[in-house]
């Protein structure tokens, strides 16, 4: 079992971390490529589900836990992620890129494991898994883990935190669950700059069906969203997320206004120590800082 030493070392490694070309006589095939795909090996967090520790629970903060109505649907997500991952990675030809590929869907399926292993510990019962189909079209599935992970993401950072500020969770128990959710934001992070790079190098015929690509994965996000909001259905959609069903049960009253600045402030720290020549997910952060101002003036009304 590692010390404490080693697992903080290796915490501080994944939160923090700057590019240096690389010295071999070779130079990397694309130096963006390269950049993107260090940052996610070398960020690597080498814990292991079967040593984390799971906190004795009293009566009170085990009924609030098991009763999230989110674990179907968060682990099963990470079941689909992972093979998604897989299933691109088979069509990546650049050994560093293939290989931090092959890291993310490792990560995607620890993830499931640690789930596993929190139901297991707190007996949260769950349903049957689904059997897990790989994608007709690889890219799009790869594409809609990624930008899916970009919503939930945002939103999952500032219910997290706020979930710890209200001590809907204890905080040992927060503790453990950290860097699951720390490596969300290296996966998105990576994604992001994936997406920019493979724009950049794809053929000038293939760019005008990728933009048509994207918007088509948008739309089927945000359709899927809106009908998760009307009739949330852990079982019955294909990429439901946690981040609908656990943001009523964790935050409570909280005004929608005060929730969207958590979720800007945390998105903010979490991916701040990373090399900034990386880009970094602004979709989402852009469309809430624009609506900040409205739903603060919303709020102030309702005052």
């Not at 095939?29 to 984390?52: C, G, K, W």
């Not at 009566?59 to 990470?78: F, H």
């Not at 640690?114 to 799009?140: N, Q, R, T």
């Not at 402030?265 to 979490?270: C, I, P, Q, S, T």
Request: with cysteine.
């Amino acid at each position: 079992m590692p010390t404490m030493q080693a697992m903080e070392a290796a915490d501080r490694a994944a939160r923090h971390w700057r590019y240096e070309a690389s010295s071999a006589p070779q130079p990397p095939p694309d130096e963006q490529v390269a950049m993107l795909s260090r940052m996610l090996l070398d960020t690597f967090n080498p814990y292991r589900p079967s040593i984390l520790v799971w906190p004795k629970l009293d009566d009170e903060a085990r009924n609030r836990l098991t009763s999230l109505p989110i674990w179907d649907i968060a682990v099963q997500t990470e079941g689909r992620a992972r093979l998604r991952i897989l299933s691109y990675a088979r069509q990546v030809a650049i050994p560093v890129l293939r290989e931090a590929f092959d890291l993310m869907a490792f990560e995607e399926g620890r993830h499931k494991e640690v789930l596993s292993h929190l139901v297991a510990a707190y007996g949260i019962e769950l349903e049957p898994e689904p059997e897990y189909v790989e994608p007709k079209d690889p890219e799009w599935g790869f594409m809609v883990t990624g930008y899916s992970e970009c919503i939930d993401s945002f939103f999952a950072f500032g219910l997290f935190e706020l979930a710890r500020r209200s001590g809907f969770f204890p905080p040992e128990l927060v503790e453990t669950f950290e860097p699951v959710i720390q490596e969300e934001g290296r996966h998105i992070l990576f994604f992001v700059n994936w997406v920019a790079w493979h724009k950049r190098t794809m053929p000038l015929w293939r760019r005008p069906w990728f933009f048509l690509k994207t918007l088509a994965v948008w739309t089927y996000l945000i359709r899927e969203r809106i009908g998760l909001a009307k009739d949330v259905s852990a079982g019955e959609k294909e990429n439901a997320n946690f981040t609908v069903e656990g943001a009523s049960a964790v935050g409570g009253d909280i005004d929608t206004a005060e929730l969207m600045a958590i979720c800007l402030a945390e998105n903010d720290r979490r991916l701040s120590g990373y090399d900034p020549r990386l880009r970094q997910p602004r979709t989402v952060p852009a469309l809430v800082r624009v609506a900040l101002p409205v739903l603060r003036w919303m709020s102030r009304r309702k005052g």
